[in-house]
């Protein structure tokens, strides 16, 4: 596909534009906090493509913490019942994706989208939606995507990625979308010396990795062997599963965590609303039935489910790649230390020793 | 809205043309509602939408997710296909929703959406022998598949139940069970656990009826339904008897959310009850590596 070179100023100008037509969400820095938040953008100037990797991961965007899914009204005196989708769907440009979000994007589209059903909510604010990534330069403190071939570079799923280099940004098309925006400007044209540049780039960035990260790599496929085949002991899990606190930060903050509860509540109107929220498998009733049957009480059973989904060949399947997508906001989050990794080094440990 | 009804113009539509209530209940009147055994009520219902009735079809052993106005959803065995057996549902008050459920009347709205899950695997059970063990409500789930067995009584052997309640009070479908047994080959074994005024039954456990009713091994499939303890003795029994781990089927119940593989709710190990699911063989369920 085609690649341009682009100044800073004109990728402003890319995202200006589109703001006409889409809801235009990219990272942007509080000025307070210093907190990264992948948000809708006010203003052009607000995006900030250099921030680091956003608290937390787009898929908010895609599948929110809480939505409505369905409203209805029963009247009870005249047994009459009316319904209402609440949901809508709107053109979006998800400006500037880290290579890991977009992967997470990808494991999600595949998961609600590629299976048995489709996912109607997903779907409808999934269809209109623009994906441009952005490489990453240097690695943050807890990014070890190197291990899941996730990043620090895109290579497929998006429709423009973008790289910054000496000239500007290089622009690479990735889907007939991409290429539809980029016939209608007067882009210039990258030369091959830009090509080896990224390249040089993202070999830079690699290196820079901290050794920990690197240095899973060839774990974290050993592990997903272990953990498939039910190799792991029951006493990893159970050390393991000792140090959760059941809070679901770890999650919450998941690219690729995709749980979902549902409830139906009723509005002050006498209106209901069906209510779809992120739940987490380390929570204690996430399993229990009514009648109180819980077939997961103890955490440990609850905490494996998650490694089993992050870490499996079955699951997997249905993702057509890892389920962890590297970005390790999990490592950041947990209070109980047993994020991602650490959970690849506890196991780790149990095959070498 | 976006269910299919038909014009199978939405991304769920299944090769056969029958297409599931994917995301929005469909509204359904309950007609009648029958008391079955103690906190046991059977509610039936038909659709309000008559294209909606014609073209819902349920294979025996799928479920359906019912929603309660104002108190919630929840997933229900198998009810029959309309065209063989009024709709209904057999529902135990047991959580927040099928209390709301059990206080509603004749003239009510539901909401349903479905059907879902995979169903017994009767295409390739043509043939053989086919003994339903239930306990207590377990044999809800069954229903569906005696019907659907009855109806085509040709295509197999011996049809045996046995069945085991608590008390005679507790024994769900009497009447039905009643109709069943003047089929002609329908051989019914019924017990209760302990001695009734009154009753001339048998008394004792269901596992016990397995050589009261002289149940054929070879060439036979079991459907087991009912409590653990009475699955685990049944199941012990047949295995015993030397009844390969293929042939004894059962159904697994899970907290469901959506019914459609999403909300991850049902998982166990690395199976989804409501899309592997409902209906396992023995041996599928002891290596899903979890507590059932
Ligand atoms: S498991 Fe942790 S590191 Fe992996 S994608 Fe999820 S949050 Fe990121
Ligand atoms: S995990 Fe990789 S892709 Fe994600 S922000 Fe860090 S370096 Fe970038
Ligand atoms: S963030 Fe850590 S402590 Fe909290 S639920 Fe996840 S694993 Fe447990």
């Known amino acids: ?348 440990r149990e095959i070498t020793e | 809205m976006s269910n299919c009804h038909g014009s199978h113009a939405h991304g769920n539509c299944k090769p056969t043309g029958l297409c599931p209530i994917v995301t929005f209940p469909e509204v359904v009147n309950i007609d009648e509602i029958r008391d079955e055994a103690p906190e046991v009520k059977t509610f039936y219902m038909s659709f309000l939408n008559k294209d909606v009735e014609r073209e819902f079809r349920i294979k025996s052993g799928q479920f359906i997710m019912c929603t309660v106005f104002g108190a919630g959803e929840f997933a229900v065995s198998l009810p029959p296909s309309p065209e063989n057996d009024r709709f209904h549902i057999s529902v135990r008050a047991v959580g927040k929703v099928t209390h709301a459920l059990h206080a509603l009347k004749p003239g009510d709205k539901l909401g349903v959406r479905g059907p879902f899950g995979n169903g017994f695997p009767f295409e390739e059970i043509k043939g053989k022998n086919i003994i339903y063990v239930a306990g207590g409500i377990g044999l809800i789930p069954l229903r569906s598949s005696i019907v659907h067995a009855l109806q085509h009584r040709e295509d197999f052997g011996r049809i045996i139940l046995l069945y085991g309640a608590r008390s005679s009070r507790d024994l769900m479908y009497q009447p039905d069970i009643q109709i069943w047994k003047q089929n002609a080959g329908f051989e019914t074994f019924i017990t209760i656990d302990r001695p009734e005024a009154g009753w001339d039954g048998e008394v004792g456990y269901v596992h016990q009826l397995i050589d009261k009713a002289n149940v054929p091994i070879d060439n036979s499939v079991a459907f087991v339904c009912g409590p653990p303890v009475m699955f685990n003795s049944v199941i012990g029994e047949f295995l015993k008897r030397g009844m390969s781990e293929d042939a004894i089927v059962s159904t697994l119940e899970r907290q469901m959310k959506c019914g459609i593989g999403k909300c991850q709710h049902c998982a166990i190990g690395r199976t989804l009850v409501c899309t592997d699911g409902p209906v396992y063989t023995y041996r599928q369920i002891k290596t899903l590596g979890e507590q059932i």
């Open chain 1, 1 to 348: 596909m085609s690649m341009y070179i682009l100044s800073s100023h004109e990728i402003k100008q890319l995202a200006e534009e589109l703001r006409a037509s889409h809801d235009v969400y990219g990272p942007q820095v509080d000025p307070q906090t210093q907190q990264v938040f992948f948000d809708q953008l006010g203003d052009v100037d607000a995006l900030n493509l250099e921030a680091p990797i956003p608290s937390m991961p787009v898929k908010e965007i895609l599948f929110p913490q809480m939505e409505q899914v369905l409203k209805y009204k029963y009247d009870a005196e005249t047994q009459n019942v009316e319904m209402a989708k609440p949901y809508v769907e709107k053109p979006k440009v998800l400006f500037g994706l880290r290579p890991c979000d977009l992967s997470g994007i990808q494991v999600l589209d595949r998961f609600f989208l590629g299976q048995e059903f489709v996912d109607d909510v997903y779907l409808t604010h999934r269809r209109q939606c623009l994906l441009i990534s952005n490489t990453c330069l240097n690695p943050f403190p807890q990014c070890f995507c190197v291990c899941t071939h996730s990043g620090p570079d895109a290579d497929e799923g998006y429709d423009l990625d973008l790289t910054k280099l000496q000239d500007g940004y290089l622009v690479k098309v990735g889907s007939e979308k991409g290429q539809a925006l980029a016939d209608a400007h007067d882009w210039k044209p990258a030369q091959a010396h830009h090509l080896s540049e990224q390249k040089a780039v993202v070999d830079r960035c690699i290196d820079l990795f901290p050794e920990m990260a690197t240095d899973n790599k060839a774990w974290v496929a050993r592990v997903m062997n272990r953990i498939t085949t039910g190799f792991v002991k029951s006493e990893t899990w159970e050390y393991i599963g000792d140090q959760c606190f059941e809070c679901g930060a770890c999650s919450f903050v998941c690219p690729t965590c995709s749980c979902f509860n549902v409830e139906d509540a009723r509005m002050c109107d006498g209106e209901c609303e069906r209510l779809r929220t992120h739940d987490s498998c380390s929570f204690e009733g996430y399993a229990r039935m009514a009648g109180d049957h819980n077939p997961r009480q103890p955490v440990e059973d609850r905490r494996n489910k998650r490694f089993f989904c992050k870490l499996s060949y079955p699951q997997s399947k249905k993702y057509l790649r890892p389920g962890c997508v590297g970005c390790g906001r999990c490592q950041w989050v947990c209070p109980g230390d047993i994020g991602l990794p650490n959970v690849v080094q506890y196991i780790r």
